[in-house]
């Protein structure tokens, strides 16, 4: 375990709209830039990360097919937006001094290693940073669910999921103001009061397998090294 953390190995999930910033579309490149600078602080520091990403800002396969596109076609596009951002955080990682690799749950040989689970764990045992593309390569899921999927092949200590909000409240905090925030909260209730968290395949994938998942504001500077080093930030899913 690095000194003064709490994980050792973690699996970053960094939605599409992470990665947009305050723009409408699209990848902002300030973000990853200062992304990339947070993941090279506390890989330097020996911790092992991999990241699953999104690709809702470009495109989503539930949208497409609300526009009459064949839902596994739409989906088949989204995941190959998540692949684009992939491109473009290996791009701002590499030009932190990151090493990283690019693996894809569809095989794309020219821009990206396939995903091979022992060789994923062992990049990140040489200090490189993962970086999942492609969801899980079939349409009908969603990149929650793939994170959730690869935190537990990879081993990871805990999965940590990145938003814009510092946590998981009893409400939408945006609608009601009496919305109160956990601090911890169970796997179950999260499921029966169908708290807005993840889908509901990402967390059962959660439950069954005890990974822990750490919902947090990323929007936050060093808020990536504090919840690696087990401060209080967001609300643990236990
Ligand atoms: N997707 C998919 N299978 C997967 C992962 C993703 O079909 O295993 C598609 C799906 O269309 C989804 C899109 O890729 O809408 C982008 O992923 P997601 O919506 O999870 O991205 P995020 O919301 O995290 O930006």
């Known amino acids: ?30 973000v990853i830039d200062a992304l990339a600078e947070e993941i090279k602080e506390v890989v330097n520091d020996g911790v092992q990360i991999a990241i699953t990403v999104g690709g809702g800002n470009i495109f989503r396969g539930v949208a497409g097919s609300a526009n009459g596109m064949d839902r596994a076609q739409a989906d088949y596009i989204g995941m190959l937006a998540t692949v684009m951002n992939a491109l473009a955080l290996q791009d701002g990682l590499q ?17 990206a290693e396939t995903y091979i689970r022992l060789r994923a764990i062992r990049h990140m ?7 999942f593309a492609a969801g899980t390569g079939n349409p009908y899921f969603t990149t929650d669910t793939t994170a959730a999927l690869r935190a537990c092949e990879i081993g990871a200590d805990c999965m940590m999921k990145a938003t814009k909000v510092d946590g998981i409240y009893t409400a939408d905090p945006v ?25 509901a ?38």
Do not use: W
Request: charged share 25%.
């Open 125 to 131: 045992e040489k200090g490189r940073v993962v970086i």
């Open 1 to 30: 375990m690095p000194e003064g953390y709490k994980y050792n190995r973690v699996l970053l999930k960094l939605s599409g709209e992470a990665l947009m910033g305050q723009n409408g579309y699209g990848i902002d490149p300030s």
């Open 175 to 199: 609608k009601d103001p009496n919305a109160v925030k956990y601090d911890k909260v169970s796997y179950l209730e999260v499921l029966t009061k169908e708290l807005n968290v993840m889908d």
């Open 201 to 238: 395949a990402a967390i059962s994938l959660c439950k069954d397998n005890k990974m822990p998942l750490l919902v947090f504001d990323l929007t936050v500077h060093g808020n990536i090294r504090r919840a690696l080093k087990g401060e209080n930030v967001g609300t643990l899913v236990y």
């Open 95 to 111: 030009r932190h001094g990151v090493e990283s690799r690019v693996q894809s749950a569809i095989e794309m040989h020219q821009v």
